[in-house]
């Protein structure tokens, strides 16, 4: 009976470790750097400086995300910075749009993968560009 004890107790302290380990490392998912990394990076740089692999591709350099709150007297536009992401405003300079509007993207996306459950696309588009905005908030020059 002594052995059953010990390995069922055996067995439930490795399952709570694992369980633990499972937890902390979920726990430490960066969303926002999930969707910059999947979907800025590549032009704006996994710095966010503007030095992306596309650069030499494109007809105007990507702006240095860094910057963005100094070159606004020190205050991150986020209403903006929102409404660029989501595609209701143009870039200034950009002439015609180049940068990818990611609103449309995240709705069918989420039309996609929601096929058979309701949702609210538009929770589900403001929830990533939210997390997007507050990693792009956490990278700026002090």
């Known amino acids: 009976m002594s052995k059953r ?3 069922a107790g055996t067995l439930f302290v490795a ?3 694992a369980g633990g380990a499972a ?3 979920a726990k430490s998912i960066d969303l ?3 969707e910059y990394m999947s979907n800025c990076a590549s032009c704006h740089g996994s710095d966010g400086k503007g030095n992306g692999p596309n650069k ?4 105007k350099s990507p702006t240095d995300l860094t910057v ?3 070159n606004n007297g020190g205050v991150l536009p986020v209403a903006r910075m929102y409404e660029v992401i989501e595609g209701n405003r143009d870039v200034v ?4 749009r180049e940068m990818p509007t990611w609103g449309l993207d995240y709705r069918i996306k989420a039309a996609e993968y929601y ?3 309701p949702y609210n696309p538009e929770v589900y588009v403001r929830g990533r560009i939210l997390s997007l905005i507050d990693y792009l908030s956490r990278i700026q020059a002090k």
């Open 5 to 7: 004890i010990l390995k």
């Open 15 to 17: 399952l709570c470790v």
């Open 23 to 25: 937890w902390a490392q």
């Open 32 to 34: 926002g750097q999930r």
């Open 56 to 59: 030499p591709y494109m007809t």
């Open 68 to 70: 963005l709150a100094r």
């Open 93 to 96: 300079g950009h002439g015609t």
């Open 115 to 117: 096929i058979d459950v």
